[in-house]
């Protein structure tokens, strides 16, 4: 066999020489470009830390506030009782100042003194009088206003309106306060440099007048951030949790990167901003390192290329057009083979590989087809799932004795979870939760039978034990993969509150009263449903006084794991439950669900979650 090894060795390097020159050139420009946009992200990345540090800081505040308003609005309570209680939370806040509580028409009715020492200088700042109705209303529509930060001795307070509501839901009073911001002057001293322009920097700012106003840190209050045309703009601070980077040039005359990140629907703007001269500096010499490599591949292309180029490019250039038809795709392309040297052997090797390629796009093409046939088929199911338990709420409006809400969320595209409630007759309320074992379609199949189960036997007038032990015998009976559902059953007497329940191998349940205390529902009756047939189960009867809510939820909510393989645990939702106050019940399921959420992080979801509160409002007059 003839070999040219030393025709197209020679013929390969400078094939090469151009190429990679044009490559270093590539490289270059993508280096610079992702310098750059490294440096953009780290803005990005250390704005929003800041931004979640400043955030934090505001949810504590309102927290502290909502506490206090919380009582002021509990009216069941003996009014001075309510107030002592309300003016010791006041004064245990760590963020608040003194609160002035308004009547509903905006008229300055009580003046309560809080305890912050630090929090002290906002009692110079004068509360209007009367509470403006622009306030009013947007603390009626939104749960709170917040006016503009107003400065008092170096140190900016943000005056903040909160509704106060009664506990059916009914505007009481409003209340305002001003949260002391001296706090972020040290968060974000702590993350910035000595001198805005020439080190890192982190800066709290509003919108006023028509410019930025710096807020914190309290160094650079009053202090001017850019030279020259001004890179922010209004909708920088109205937009919610905006973000956007950018370059300018500051007040000292240093060239800079900025990233700015809206706060909430405050007003508020985080911005992060790093001197570019680093950034500049690694750019220069990539580009440096790309020109002496590119002047160095461009000779060699031009002394070499030229005289042997056309010569040795021929036999390559058929596998070449090929290669570009393929790329395109168009699999069918073959390439012309004669002789017995390399250039044959890569013509065939070419030609078996595009046969082979041919073969595995098919097999691709059926193996996406199906794998897109299984996802449009879960995606039904799971709508076909959610469609069997009531979504829509309030879901009797019509009906003052009572207030429930439900969510359900799979670990998967289908699951086993599943909840009910329904009238059996004008007076009675049945509720229902379960779990069935296993997941996905499966579990999901075993929990549409049993709901069925459920709904049939209830609506023959039975008591939850008698309506369980049908359940049990009708699914035991042709249980060939040993499958089970552990179920809590309830039936609520909506003329007197009570409820004969029955709980076949369930989570136990809570009971909240109306003046907050805990009762845990702990008693078995009887074993998981679909065990076995024949097995009698029992019932219990607990009295649920008007304002008490009964919370339900399956073994998503206690197993619920985090990143670090930690539970949520009975005691922690015990202690959620019993610290966590709500008007409604909707209100006390996303206390629930918000909890598990964000104790889970952003470990993945095991177990599908399902929680039931029911509020027993009593016989309307």
């Avoid at 508020?268 to 680093?278: I, T, Y």
């Avoid at 796009?361 to 996802?375: D, N, V």
Wanted: hydrophobic content about 45%.
């Amino acid at each position: 066999m003839t070999r040219l090894w030393h025709k197209y060795a020679l013929a390969l390097f400078i094939a090469a020489v151009l190429p990679l020159g044009i490559a270093a050139w590539r490289l270059a420009s993508r280096g610079s470009e992702e310098v750059t946009e490294n440096a953009k992200k780290y803005q990005l990345a250390a704005g929003d830390a800041a931004l979640t540090a400043v955030q934090a800081w505001l949810d504590t505040a309102m927290l502290e506030a909502r506490t206090v308003t919380a009582t002021i609005g509990a009216i069941s309570m003996p009014a001075e009782e309510r107030m002592q209680t309300a003016q010791s939370q006041l004064v245990a806040a760590s963020t608040l100042s003194d609160m002035v509580i308004y009547s509903p028409e905006g008229l300055d009715v009580q003046h309560m003194q809080g305890g912050n020492a630090e929090a002290k200088a906002v009692s110079r700042i004068e509360p209007p009088k009367p509470l403006p109705e622009p306030l009013r209303q947007r603390a009626v529509d939104l749960g709170f206003a917040i006016d503009r930060p107003t400065l008092v001795e170096g140190t900016y307070y943000l005056p903040i309106v909160l509704r106060v509501l009664k506990p059916d839901g009914s505007l009481y009073a409003f209340a305002w306060t001003a949260i002391d911001m001296s706090p972020l002057n040290a968060m974000l001293t702590e993350q910035s440099g000595k001198r805005f322009g020439a080190d890192n920097q982190i800066v709290l700012m509003d919108w006023h007048e028509g410019k930025e106003r710096v807020l914190a840190p309290s160094a650079l209050i009053g202090t001017p951030l850019f030279s020259g045309e001004n890179p922010l703009s209004e909708s920088d601070f109205t937009r919610v949790r905006s973000t956007r980077t950018f370059g300018f040039t500051s007040a000292t005359g240093d060239e800079m990167y900025g990233a700015a990140l809206g706060v909430s629907d405050l007003g508020l703007n985080v911005m992060a901003v790093e001197s570019r001269d680093e950034v500049f500096a690694a750019i220069g010499r990539i580009w440096s390192t790309a020109g002496i490599l590119g002047a160095i591949f461009a000779t060699l292309a031009l002394v070499v290329g030229v005289v042997l180029g056309r010569r040795l490019s021929a036999p390559i250039s058929a596998v070449s057009t090929a290669a570009g038809k393929v790329a395109g795709g168009d699999f069918t392309v073959r390439v012309p083979v004669s002789g017995k040297d390399e250039v044959a052997d890569l013509g065939k090797s070419f030609n078996a590989m595009t046969g082979r390629l041919t073969d595995t796009i098919q097999k691709l093409q059926e193996t996406t087809a199906a794998k897109e046939r299984m996802q449009t088929e879960l995606a039904i199911g799971h709508n076909i799932q959610m469609s069997m338990v009531p979504l829509n709420f309030p879901a009797y409006p019509d009906r003052p004795e009572f207030d429930i809400h439900a969510a359900l969320k799979p670990a998967f595209e289908v699951g086993g979870d599943f909840y009910d409630f329904f009238l059996i007759d004008e007076d009675t309320l049945c509720v229902c939760i379960a779990d069935v074992s296993g997941k996905g379609v499966p579990a999901a199949l075993f929990m549409a039978v049993t709901r069925t189960l459920v709904k049939a036997h209830a609506s023959s007038g039975l008591g939850p034990e008698e309506i369980l032990e049908k359940v049990n015998d009708d699914l035991a009976a042709d249980n060939e993969e040993s499958m089970f559902v552990t179920v809590f059953l309830g039936l609520l007497d909506l003329r007197n509150g009570l409820l004969n329940y029955t709980n076949a191998g369930h989570n136990p349940s809570y009971i909240k009263t109306k003046a907050g205390g805990l009762t845990r529902l702990d008693q078995l009756h009887g074993p998981v449903i679909a065990a076995m047939e024949d097995i009698p189960y029992g019932c219990g009867k607990v009295q649920m006084n008007p304002g008490d809510t009964l919370i339900l939820y399956t073994d998503g909510v206690n197993e619920a794991m985090n990143a670090k393989q930690e539970l949520f645990t009975e005691d922690r939702l015990a202690e959620l439950l019993r610290s966590s106050p709500w008007a409604s019940s909707s209100k006390a399921v996303d206390v629930v669900l918000d909890d598990v959420w964000k104790f889970q992080g952003a470990a993945d979801q095991a177990d599908d979650v399902t929680v039931v509160a029911l509020r027993y409002l009593g016989k309307a007059a």
